[in-house]
């Protein structure tokens, strides 16, 4: 949550979803613990608000927005392949030989998932929405609206504003949303009573704002300007840049984000996987004890499972986590420099597609807050890094929100009903 203009945020809080990521309630209920402990008169203040989520995190919901039965209830995470339906996917985006590729053409996509849950679907009505397009709804009371940088996986093109290849002409394309751009004002909070408005005590004239992904929420909080890249070292690892014109390539996304375009890719592999060895207190213990200036000569590649998605897009791509040294401190540098080389090779395969070089490397997410590993990573890449953890995806999501407030001014007396 932040004032309109101001620097810092009023009021940040973070937590762990409540339940697994997979379950859609987890993600409501954990939106509300955090909302409720915003202090209840900075709550009672609120003008708008905005959401960002997982990009590619993918749900099968009925039109009022709840869950389906059985293993339906869940969604597919945004790490999940669906080698099967790779072919289906690549032809229903239109991609093929002599046809560009699509950020949905691939396993690794939305659509793919979307297929699988497609195929598990028996008949009825029902709706695909991602997470941040799911909560969206909930703070609507309709599920009508997806938000572009969202969909992209899914096979919106933002260059023409359409559905990639023949997604219109399918029997099931009424599940697709109506395509928004991030930062328009969709109206008022729900004000039904067990909404989740009601559950976050927000005002009747509190306007929902259409957010973003996640890694360009952080973008947004960055400032970020040409010439730099933003990495965010979260649980998995997510590389930024803005350019010129749209490129495109495997696993790669390129989206319109507040007027310019934005190119980046995500790795599978990040800090999540370091926490499969080590907790945060051994984290930091660890890395004191890291000579980022030795190197360890050790090529390991960190990915928490089989599969990658950038910077090769590659469903059966193994990790190497082995060998093990003796020295915890030593595995934890090897991981790292792997990280830190997986990194390299993303800004390198940015640059293949006509990406500008870079000139620094901005970090926002808790792995900002490694100096050992800032150190690896500027040896690796030959630029300055700045580290930024204190740059949230959750404050680019407030100052989007107030930006949006101040171009669409809302009379506070009375809330309008959203149009359908």
């Not at 997510?238 to 995500?266: D, Y």
Request: proline share 8%; charged share 15%.
């Amino acid at each position: 949550m932040a004032e309109a203009g101001a620097v810092e945020p009023l009021w940040q809080d973070s937590g762990p979803y409540p339940g697994p990521f997979e379950d859609p309630l987890s993600w409501r209920q954990g939106l509300i613990a955090l909302g409720q402990r915003i202090p209840l008169p900075l709550r009672q203040q609120l003008g708008a608000i905005a959401l960002d989520g997982t990009s590619g995190t993918l749900l099968l919901c009925r039109p009022d927005g709840s869950l389906l039965d059985g293993p339906l209830a869940r969604a597919l995470p945004y790490h999940l392949a669906c080698p099967e339906q790779q072919g289906a996917a690549q032809a229903l985006a239109g991609a093929g030989a002599n046809l560009p590729s699509t950020a949905a053409a691939s396993a690794s996509s939305s659509l793919a998932r979307a297929l699988r849950l497609i195929s598990m679907a028996a008949g009825g009505t029902w709706l695909l929405r991602h997470q941040a397009d799911w909560l969206m709804g909930a703070l609507l009371g309709h599920w009508r609206w997806g938000e572009a940088t969202n969909n992209l996986r899914l096979g919106w093109l933002q260059t023409s504003n359409t559905w990639a290849g023949s997604l219109e002409q399918q029997s099931w394309s009424r599940a697709l949303p109506d395509v928004i751009d991030c930062g328009t004002v969709l109206g008022p909070v729900d004000r039904s009573s067990g909404g989740l408005a009601d559950a976050l005590g927000l005002p009747p004239w509190c306007q929902v704002v259409a957010g973003c992904t996640d890694a360009s929420a952080a973008v947004l909080a960055s400032g970020a300007g040409p010439g730099d890249g933003i990495t965010v070292l979260g649980t998995t690892l997510v590389l930024k840049q803005w350019v010129a014109q749209p490129i495109s390539g495997p696993g790669v996304s390129c989206q319109r984000l507040a007027g310019r375009w934005l190119v980046g890719g995500a790795s599978n592999a990040g800090a999540g996987v370091l926490r499969r060895f080590f907790n945060d207190g051994q984290l930091q213990e660890l890395s004191r004890q890291i000579d980022p200036h030795r190197p360890t000569g050790l090529q390991l590649r960190p990915l928490p499972a089989i599969g990658e998605r950038f910077p090769v897009d590659d469903p059966e791509r193994q990790p190497v986590l082995e060998p093990r040294p003796v020295s915890d401190a030593l595995y934890l540098q090897a991981l790292l420099e792997g990280l830190s080389a997986i990194e390299a090779a993303g800004w390198q395969r940015l640059r293949e597609l006509g990406a500008g070089p870079l000139q620094r490397v901005i970090t926002l997410g808790g792995g900002a807050r490694n100096p050992q590993w800032r150190t690896l990573r500027q040896r690796r890449l030959q630029v300055p890094v700045l580290n930024r953890p204190q740059l949230s995806a959750a404050l680019g999501m407030a100052r989007l929100a107030a930006d949006a407030l101040h171009r669409q001014p809302h009379d506070r007396t009375e809330a309008r009903d959203p149009g359908l």
